[in-house]
């Protein structure tokens, strides 16, 4: 077996060569050779992931931490950062994701961007993200972590901005881009306070020096950074207040929005706050922030998501949803849950996601769910595979999103930073998640068609197609590996192999006493499982009857609630709230900077001095007049005006 | 030593004040006089009142390395007198000119 | 007065007056022919100071060769009386001959002030040297040529490179037509 420096280098730099070699080359519009080399990079990125998941599977479970340093980037003083990389039980789990997901997705997009010009430059912007993603997961400090943080923050906003021809796209990558900003300095700040408080960035020497807080006075320092590390999340991940660029980031091609903006990148909120877990724990107030901004955008974005008419806006309110499920869950120290919810997503979210690529390159880049409708008859395997995905979204057992969906609501309601409140927040945006993918899928896939008679549906080719049966199967039997004890246990001893897996690297919570439901108590555990289950199934099924069996009820219910639909449809003016209440301010107080201190007066400084400077200029002119007797005379009196100095001295 | 007659005993100080008396005249040409021709030729007045000075501290000091100083100068004077004359002979050409003012080409 | 004294008296007057007569004769062949009478002069000036050889070079090099320089070239451009031989401008015409003025009399003035110690060094370098000077008088010549070729030989020999590049500028100066941006 090769070793796993080799391996990891493989892994790292073959999205690099994929990259180069397209990126060389980004005026070619041969698709089939881009795709086909972009695509071969990352399924050897993903041969790799497997053989280093095979290895430490090999390894005892205490010993599965695969490390390598291949130089040493920074050294000042005491502050020295390698170029460092480490597999274990948790970045192994996100670069099978990241390649995996990767590869289909890099498959999927030869199908679906191959009557576009810029064909190979897409190609190359998709390795290269592939890279600082992995990057950013295998990194083993906090700065490496966030070169590939800002690295996949670039592609997305190259991505975004892809057909940037277009004014609306281009501005919508920059919003995403200024959005990631604001998060990314909060990040900068808290790495910086991390390495005060704890002298190192390592997050392994952090996670070890993560216990000694209790022992001392730092506990303010450590909420103080572990809080702005949660911003920086919040501006990736899409959480609220910073989740406003992710909606418009669907300007990008649909695979970008499955890879990026679905399954890989804005989950790396999630992933930092789980590889950081000690610490975490010890910022107890920090964790309930995390919990309440994950449930709450849990539940708006669902309730914006009612609302939207363009597919891809559905599908990117879910994701905010789903992403806010995950910081619920890592927000009441149920990590590996967290993680478990993650990896599920990537499955069912891109499996949607290309699926809504599907329907749109078979509709003729038509996204308005409103014109569509009876798709099912002309895209069958598109209909059955975005279904396995709804069923998984919507948490029907025993498909994926409803094992690491009711994990998360399960550890809201019991853990000892959990409060049923949460959990309610949590059911909540379940029903509604129901309610509006059923939504989706009735206005998209069943019903009537509402199809422009000039638009003649398709169904799509093998390479778009076999993506989506493969991560359909995903969606399906993804979430068979983390299945609850007390389902487990009744289904003849199934072990929870996630939990399991995960367990060396995972904190548990020190459980308080008095506080929070005992693990054990799981008739109590089945009843919230089964009110869940039960409630988004009535949603799903109202969602049904509403929109296919008695069209039109949809128009009344909005007319009876009247300015609330308005308020929810104009996505609660959120938009408008931050540029009547930041941007427009800025950009009037930058307008009155300019105008009235760079305009009237450091300018005219400037100009002053400028002036003072071509005045003494055209007297100093005169002097040189061309004359050469006269400057001969400059000489002589020079030589007098030395000569008297010296003689009368 | 008794009292020196300025008159009658010639030492060092005449010829200095000799040769500052013509290297002023040359001097005063160059500054006036608007020919080029005879700008070059006050160069050499004022280069032949150096000269002068050189020779006679040769003398008074002893020593023969003023006047191989003054065999240098020469050299030197006779070929920037043959470099300056072929330039005015070619700006004559030209411009059918030796007036210096009409070469006013460096004016800033 | 003696005879030495006569003789500098005298030329120095030829001097300073045929000095004078360059710089104010308007006709510049008068200049020409007023210069070659004060290198004249300066080369006899070389004979008080015992200088033979070199009085000998300045009459061949400067009253021969420069001088007839100057007039070929004079009568090559055939100039006739200028009607302004002199600069304008008052203000500048008075600086100049100002400043003229006050450098040579801050150099006569610190000449004859310095006349003391000028007087002793000339006395110590005469005491000591007099021996020598007596010895060497008369052979002068033989001194500079033992200077210059043994010790500046190499900036003789510099010397001769710089008067070759000077021949071949001269000649390629005076061929063109004034210029090199002027090839028409």
């Known amino acids: 077996m090769l070793n796993h420096e080799l391996l990891i280098a493989i892994l790292l730099l073959s999205p690099v060569v994929g990259f180069l070699l397209n990126g060389l080359r980004f005026r070619s519009k041969n698709y089939m050779l881009a795709g086909s080399i972009a695509t071969a990079a990352v399924v050897v990125s993903f041969v790799c992931s497997v053989l280093l998941f095979l290895q430490l599977l090999d390894a005892d479970a205490e010993h599965r931490r695969l490390a390598v340093s291949f130089f040493e980037w920074i050294a000042v003083d005491k502050f020295k950062i390698n170029a460092g990389f480490v597999v274990d039980q948790i970045s192994v789990i996100m670069i099978l994701i990241i390649t995996g997901v990767g590869s289909l997705i890099h498959l999927f997009s030869i199908g679906y961007m191959h009557h576009d010009k810029g064909v190979t430059k897409y190609f190359a912007y998709l390795n290269l993200f592939i890279f600082n993603m992995l990057i950013l997961v295998l990194g083993d400090s906090l700065l490496t972590m966030f070169v590939g943080w800002e690295g996949v923050g670039l592609c997305s906003y190259l991505l975004i901005g892809f057909w940037f021809t277009d004014s609306a796209k281009a501005a919508a990558g920059m919003k995403a881009f200024v959005t990631n900003r604001i998060g990314d300095a909060a990040f900068i700040i808290g790495m910086f306070v991390l390495f005060v408080t704890f002298g190192t960035l390592n997050m392994h020497e952090l996670n070890a020096l993560a216990p000694t807080v209790l022992d001392s006075s730092w506990m303010g320092a450590v909420t103080i950074g572990t809080m702005l590390l949660f911003i920086g999340a919040t501006g990736k991940s899409a959480q609220i207040p910073l989740y406003v660029w992710l909606p418009d980031a669907m300007a990008g091609p649909t695979p970008v929005s499955a890879l990026i903006h679905a399954a890989t990148m804005v989950t790396a909120g999630v992933y930092m706050i789980v590889r950081l877990d000690p610490i975490f724990i010890m910022a107890p107030n920090t964790m309930m922030v995390i919990a309440i901004v994950g449930a709450s955008t849990a539940v708006l974005a669902a309730t914006i998501g009612l609302t939207q008419f363009d597919i891809k806006k559905v599908l990117a309110y879910s994701t905010v949803s789903q992403l806010g499920y995950m910081f619920l869950a890592v927000g009441v120290g149920a990590f590996g849950a967290g993680m478990f919810h993650l990896m599920t997503h990537a499955f069912f979210k891109a499996l949607m996601f290309l699926g809504s690529g599907s329907v749109i390159h078979g509709m003729h880049e038509e996204q308005d769910i409103r014109k569509m409708g009876g798709l099912k008859k002309y895209m069958p395997i598109t209909h059955f595979t975005f279904l396995l995905g709804w069923l998984a979204i919507i948490g029907m057992p025993p498909f994926a999103g409803f094992f690491s969906k009711d994990e998360i609501l399960w550890q809201a309601f019991s853990s000892p930073r959990g409060h049923w409140l949460l959990w309610l927040a949590g059911v909540l945006g379940a029903v509604l998640t129901a309610f509006y993918m059923t939504r989706l899928m009735a206005l998209t896939f069943w019903g009537k068609s509402r199809i422009d008679k000039s638009v003649h549906p398709h169904e799509s080719g093998l390479s778009m197609t076999i993506p989506l049966m493969v991560l359909a199967l995903l969606s399906v039997i993804g979430g068979w590996i983390g299945i609850p004890h007390v389902i487990g246990s009744a289904l003849g001893n199934i072990p929870n192999m996630w939990e399991h897996w995960l367990e060396p690297l995972i904190t548990k919570i020190p459980a308080v006493a008095g506080e929070g439901v005992e693990h054990g108590d799981s008739s109590l555990e089945i009843i919230l499982m089964v009110v869940s289950v039960v409630l988004a199934g009535l949603s799903a099924i109202s969602a049904y009857v509403m929109y296919t069996k008695k069209e039109g009820s949809s128009a009344k219910v909005a007319k009876a609630f009247g300015p609330a639909y308005e308020l929810v449809n104009k996505k609660y003016l959120v938009d408008e709230a931050y540029f009547a209440g930041i941007i427009n301010p800025l950009v009037n107080l930058s307008r009155n900077l300019w105008y009235y201190i760079d305009v009237n007066f450091i300018d005219k400084a400037t100009f002053k001095i400028a002036d003072v400077a071509n005045g003494g200029g055209s007297f100093v002119k005169a002097l040189q007049n061309g004359n050469m007797q006269q400057y001969a005379m400059y000489i002589g009196v020079g030589v007098v005006v030395v000569l008297s100095f010296v003689l009368m001295r | ?108 | ?184």
């Open chain 2, 1 to 108: 030593m008794p009292e020196t007659n300025l008159i009658t005993d010639i030492g060092l100080n005449h010829y200095l004040v000799l040769s500052v008396v013509l290297f002023s005249l040359g001097m005063a040409g160059v500054l006036l006089r608007r020919n080029l021709i005879v700008l070059l030729m006050c160069i050499e007045l004022m280069l032949n009142a150096v000269n002068i000075s050189f020779v006679a501290f040769s003398k008074f000091n002893g020593k023969i390395d003023g006047q191989v100083m003054v065999f240098f100068v020469m050299t030197i004077a006779a070929a920037e007198a043959a470099v300056g004359l072929a330039l005015a002979v070619s700006i004559f050409k030209r411009f059918k000119e030796v007036n210096i003012r009409f070469f006013e080409h460096l004016k800033g």
């Open chain 3, 1 to 184: 007065m003696s005879s030495d004294a006569f003789l500098f008296w005298f030329l120095a007057l030829v001097t300073v007056v045929s000095g004078l007569s360059v710089v104010l004769m308007t006709n510049p062949i008068y200049s020409a022919l007023s210069l070659a009478m004060t290198m004249i002069g300066v080369s006899a000036l070389f004979v008080t100071l015992n200088a033979y050889f070199l009085a000998g070079v300045q009459l061949i090099v400067y009253a021969g060769a420069v001088m007839v320089l100057f007039v070929m070239v004079l009568m090559l451009f055939d100039l006739k009386h200028e009607l302004q031989a002199f600069t304008r401008g008052r203000i500048t015409g008075a600086i100049k001959i100002a400043s003229v003025g006050i450098l040579s009399g801050l150099i006569v003035g610190a000449v004859t002030m310095g006349l003391k110690t000028a007087t002793t060094l000339t006395e110590s370098a005469s005491a000591a040297n007099a021996a020598v000077a007596l010895k060497t008088n008369p052979d002068t010549t033989r001194a500079l040529a033992e200077n210059l070729f043994i010790k500046n030989i190499f900036g003789f020999e510099a010397l001769g490179v710089l008067l070759l590049v000077i021949a071949v500028g001269t000649v390629a100066l005076s061929r063109s037509k004034g210029g090199s941006h002027a090839r028409d």
